[in-house]
């Protein structure tokens, strides 16, 4: 979890998969708007740039911090609720693993989350971030109004609405101003009714379809070089609290073999590469046969401990089986040594100048490889082939956005560019990384 104790100018600034490393020269952990109006002010009249960092658990450059880093963690906690709007309205810099404890006292809880929590809700908002459900958005179709200080160092309070700036702020990846307050829209409290099982490969895909109506959360993981593939499916139920010796018999176990034994594979798989696929064909016979039920905020997140890189596609629904099969034909092959399973959700379509969906129904399938693994020949091919199909990649995980290609993507790119310019003139959150995507003046 992140810590201010190395916040200080001049010192080493890393995500958390340590792929990507900064030192930046000043450093910033502001306490109020006042304060984040400021300093992005003295930024204009200095000419540098400024990016807030969140919980640095992106896997692209998106926070990386090249000349001043801003963290909003003196910016958290719950500021508001409107029971009969059914509203919540938080600082940005609050973690998403605080958040649901906070709900649940007035009875209320996010409609869905991710299986990580350690990011900010400035940073899961800004980038798209998601969890699974084909009738659920991302936590950016959560926002009602955003609360941001653009790059003149103004403080801005927009309601959402059908507008340009509502569409560029859905994604709006650090662009448009540093995200203090949001306001979300919030559901009565929930629990969860959770099964996790292993299938077939080719059985779970001819069901998907039905299989995402069917449940209010699915997600599966398919082991490269396997025929076997883990499904988790979720219902809502009643609001009920999850034993306390069952929660931590669940959380031993997690920890002893997802990130303890799972860690060990993975140190082994990095000097022995080749055994990769052997190694995800053996832990693909270990896994499933779990339930359990208990509040939503603690049956969707699980604990990451063990570091990889992650790249992410959205695909159209109804490319998703042809997709599957096609990363599944490939693997057959053994073509390349990987060892994470792969991750498939999905989410409805939403709004959004940037939003990865682009208006439909989605499939996120993501790729993952571990930390100090040669991940480019896997990632070159998922790159390419993903484009076969109409992939976007997810804002947070690895991508090739660039300023030749960005327009492929996003028929309004431009658009985009256009209010990013009206709120930031003077270019404050315009790092490399961007100036490679959207033209400056």
């Given at each position: 979890?992140?810590?201010?104790?190395?916040?200080?100018?001049?010192?080493k600034?890393?995500?958390?998969?340590?792929?990507?490393?900064?030192?930046?020269?000043?450093?910033?952990?502001?306490?109020t708007?006042?304060?984040?109006?400021?300093?992005?002010?003295?930024?204009?009249?200095?000419?540098?740039?400024?990016?807030?960092?969140?919980?640095?658990?992106?896997?692209?450059?998106?926070?990386?911090?090249?000349?001043?880093?801003?963290?909003?963690?003196?910016?958290?906690?719950?500021?508001?609720?409107?029971?009969?709007?059914?509203?919540?309205?938080?600082?940005?810099?609050?973690?998403?693993?605080?958040?649901?404890?906070?709900l649940?006292?007035?009875?209320?809880?996010?409609?869905?989350?991710?299986?990580i929590?350690?990011?900010?809700?400035?940073?899961?908002?800004?980038?798209?971030?998601?969890?699974?459900?084909?009738e659920?958005?991302?936590?950016?179709?959560?926002?009602?109004?955003?609360?941001?200080?653009?790059?003149?160092?103004?403080?801005?309070q927009?309601?959402?609405?059908?507008?340009a700036?509502?569409?560029?702020?859905?994604?709006?990846?650090?662009?448009?101003?540093i995200?203090?307050?949001v306001?979300?829209?919030?559901?009565?409290?929930y629990s969860?009714?959770y099964?996790?099982?292993?299938?077939?490969?080719?059985?779970?895909?001819?069901?998907?379809?039905?299989?995402?109506?069917d449940?209010?959360n699915?997600?599966?993981?398919?082991?490269?070089?396997?025929?076997?593939?883990?499904?988790?499916?979720?219902q809502?139920?009643?609001?009920?609290?999850?034993?306390?010796?069952?929660?931590?018999?669940?959380?031993?176990?997690?920890?002893?073999?997802?990130?303890g034994?799972?860690?060990?594979?993975?140190?082994?798989?990095k000097?022995?590469?080749?055994a990769?696929?052997?190694?995800?064909?053996?832990?693909?016979?270990v896994?499933?046969?779990?339930?359990?039920?208990?509040k939503?905020?603690?049956?969707?997140?699980?604990?990451?401990?063990?570091?990889?890189?992650?790249?992410?596609?959205?695909?159209?629904l109804?490319?998703?089986?042809?997709?599957?099969?096609?990363?599944?034909?490939?693997?057959?092959?053994?073509?390349?040594?990987?060892h994470?399973?792969?991750?498939?959700?999905?989410?409805?379509?939403?709004?959004g100048?940037?939003?990865?969906?682009?208006?439909?129904?989605?499939?996120?399938?993501?790729?993952h490889?571990?930390?100090?693994?040669?991940?480019?020949?896997?990632?070159?091919?998922?790159?390419?082939?993903?484009?076969?199909?109409?992939?976007?990649?997810?804002?947070?995980?690895?991508n090739?956005?660039?300023?030749?290609?960005?327009?492929?993507?996003?028929?309004?790119?431009?658009?985009?560019?256009?209010?990013?310019?009206?709120?930031?003139?003077?270019?404050?959150?315009?790092?490399?990384y961007?100036?490679?995507?959207?033209?400056?003046?």
């Amino acid at each position: 979890m992140f810590s201010l104790n190395k916040w200080k100018n001049g010192q080493k600034w890393k995500n958390w998969s340590e792929n990507y490393v900064a030192y930046p020269s000043m450093y910033y952990a502001p306490h109020t708007i006042e304060e984040v109006c400021k300093i992005v002010k003295e930024h204009v009249v200095l000419k540098r740039t400024i990016r807030v960092t969140g919980a640095a658990h992106s896997f692209s450059p998106i926070a990386l911090p090249e000349q001043s880093a801003l963290s909003l963690h003196n910016m958290r906690g719950l500021i508001a609720v409107n029971k009969e709007q059914q509203t919540a309205t938080f600082w940005a810099g609050t973690y998403l693993y605080e958040v649901g404890s906070m709900l649940a006292q007035y009875g209320f809880a996010l409609s869905n989350m991710g299986d990580i929590q350690q990011q900010t809700l400035a940073g899961a908002i800004s980038t798209g971030t998601h969890g699974t459900g084909i009738e659920l958005g991302s936590f950016s179709s959560m926002v009602t109004s955003w609360g941001f200080v653009n790059g003149e160092g103004d403080y801005i309070q927009h309601e959402r609405g059908n507008d340009a700036l509502s569409e560029s702020l859905h994604v709006s990846v650090g662009m448009l101003g540093i995200l203090v307050k949001v306001t979300l829209k919030v559901v009565p409290l929930y629990s969860l009714a959770y099964t996790s099982e292993r299938s077939n490969f080719y059985s779970e895909v001819s069901q998907f379809q039905q299989t995402i109506r069917d449940y209010r959360n699915a997600e599966w993981f398919y082991f490269p070089g396997s025929d076997y593939i883990q499904v988790k499916k979720m219902q809502s139920v009643a609001p009920v609290d999850q034993p306390k010796l069952e929660k931590f018999v669940d959380q031993v176990k997690i920890q002893a073999l997802e990130n303890g034994v799972f860690y060990l594979a993975s140190e082994f798989c990095k000097f022995v590469p080749k055994a990769s696929l052997k190694v995800s064909k053996l832990t693909s016979k270990v896994v499933g046969g779990e339930q359990r039920t208990g509040k939503s905020y603690e049956i969707y997140p699980s604990p990451r401990h063990v570091k990889f890189v992650e790249t992410e596609y959205a695909v159209a629904l109804s490319q998703a089986e042809a997709c599957l099969e096609e990363v599944h034909a490939m693997f057959n092959k053994k073509k390349f040594d990987v060892h994470f399973p792969i991750e498939i959700r999905t989410t409805a379509g939403e709004v959004g100048y940037l939003s990865p969906t682009q208006g439909q129904e989605s499939a996120f399938i993501a790729f993952h490889m571990y930390k100090g693994m040669n991940e480019d020949p896997f990632f070159d091919w998922v790159h390419e082939t993903m484009q076969k199909y109409n992939g976007r990649p997810h804002w947070g995980k690895m991508n090739r956005y660039n300023k030749d290609n960005i327009d492929t993507y996003y028929v309004n790119a431009q658009n985009f560019n256009e209010i990013r310019k009206q709120q930031d003139p003077q270019d404050v959150f315009l790092t490399h990384y961007f100036r490679n995507i959207f033209p400056r003046q």
